[in-house]
């Protein structure tokens, strides 16, 4: 591979994970501050990503996949997005943001699978070289969250209370649109051909609705299940860390927040020692203690002398994420075998991303809702309630993995 497509791969995903990292991470906080959403209409705006995971295999599969540059379609999409965020800048309620929010990650949720697809074309071994290129995107977010915090510090109390997180959009819009017009000079991808005599894919088997057959086999469902019900802990960290943290008064939350996924990146290259060491069966309960413990950190700590448990909290996020994730995706391709290897991958990912997360996402604002009468007493009382309830939902899903999967070898090349 060339220095110039490295480069451009590498600009590529820092990009589009600097774009989701800039309004995201403080979206609850913004809802709160600038817009006076309820504990259901954040629930609603966040749900909207899982309604893009749910859709975005539409647009992929039955469109890009078949007619169009993968690379054009990405600009498109994120010029598109540019003008969404303008006018989720510009939005001063909940009437009119949440339609410009909805149309956002119906847009955005398929370029994730684009740009990886665009990466993986240009790859001779993806197995080796993709990590090298993937980092740039964990390093884009963590840098947005810097630039929050240090560069523009809209995320001060100070300023948070006045308004000024409805810049991160503005931030996000910019670095949109310039990832949609640099997506134009990326190396073409089009679609595959299909070689004579080839069936073409269902859309059963884009969303990886032919993997179902899996489930037969019961230690894969026990962990499809858990892969479910662990979204909901999950979507509570998406949906109220950043909030948390701003209303019990810590410093520069977004950029504390970054610390999760300094850690993700760390801990994503002691996955295969944990796996080797532990096997698959222990390295995802590692990683459900970590849902549990960071819960209960947040439940306790606070912003002064027991700061250091929200910092620990927040450094977890590199264990809960990859031990049960990315852990779980070694384990899926492991049991489905070349044939369902893609289908698999998709009927995990639209029944974590889509199904649980949207799930999360709603048990989040009711159990949000039902303490809100506390809030306005004891603000510090009603966060210790809201993530009591994640981490007793976390060690209910470790039990049941703990009780029901049979531990098993798991042997595949991607770790």
Not at 6 to 14: G, P, T, V
Not at 371 to 387: N, P
């Amino acid at each position: 591979m060339s220095t110039s497509i490295r480069f451009k791969l590498s600009f590529m995903m820092f990009l589009e994970f600097f774009i989701w990292g800039a309004w995201f991470v403080t979206l609850g906080t913004f809802l709160i501050q600038n817009l006076q959403a309820s504990e259901f209409e954040r629930a609603n705006v966040f749900s909207t990503q899982s309604l893009g995971a749910i859709i975005a295999p539409f647009i992929i599969g039955m469109i890009a996949d078949r007619y169009f540059n993968a690379e054009r379609i990405l600009g498109i999409l994120h010029i598109a997005g540019a003008f969404l965020m303008y006018q989720m800048y510009s939005a001063t309620d909940m009437t009119v943001f949440y339609p410009y929010v909805l149309s956002y990650m119906i847009l955005y949720m398929p370029t994730l699978s684009l740009a990886n697809s665009i990466s993986f074309r240009q790859l001779a071994n993806p197995e080796k070289q993709f990590s090298a290129i993937r980092v740039w995107g964990t390093i884009g977010w963590i840098a947005a969250g810097l630039a929050i915090s240090f560069m523009f510090q809209w995320d001060s109390a100070e300023n948070a209370a006045g308004g000024a997180l409805k810049n991160t959009f503005l931030m996000a819009g910019i670095a949109s649109l310039i990832l949609g017009l640099f997506s134009f000079i990326l190396p073409k991808t089009p679609p595959v051909k299909s070689k004579e005599g080839d069936e073409k894919p269902s859309f059963a088997s884009i969303i990886g609705l032919d993997a179902i057959k899996l489930l037969k086999d019961k230690n894969f469902l026990v962990f499809f299940i858990s892969s479910i019900l662990i979204c909901i802990p999950l979507a509570f960290y998406y949906a109220n860390a950043n909030p948390f943290l701003s209303e019990i008064g810590l410093a520069n939350p977004t950029a504390k927040m970054t610390i999760g996924q300094m850690s993700e990146a760390a801990f994503l290259l002691l996955l295969p020692l944990f796996f080797t060491k532990f096997g698959f069966k222990k390295t995802i309960l590692i990683g459900m203690v970590a849902w549990v413990v960071r819960y209960l950190l947040f439940a306790y700590g606070n912003a002064g002398d027991l700061s250091f448990m929200l910092i620990i909290g927040i450094a977890l996020h590199g264990i809960c994420y990859d031990f049960f994730f990315v852990s779980g995706q070694i384990y899926t391709d492991s049991k489905a075998g070349v044939k369902y290897k893609n289908a698999a991958q998709g009927l995990i990912t639209l029944a974590t991303y889509g199904v649980g997360q949207l799930i999360g996402f709603w048990v989040a604002g009711f159990v949000g809702e039902q303490y809100q009468d506390l809030k306005a007493t004891d603000v510090a009382g009603f966060w210790q309630h809201t993530w009591v309830v994640p981490a007793g939902i976390a060690f209910i899903v470790m039990i049941i993995f703990l009780v029901l999967f049979k531990d098993e070898k798991v042997e595949s090349k991607t770790v």
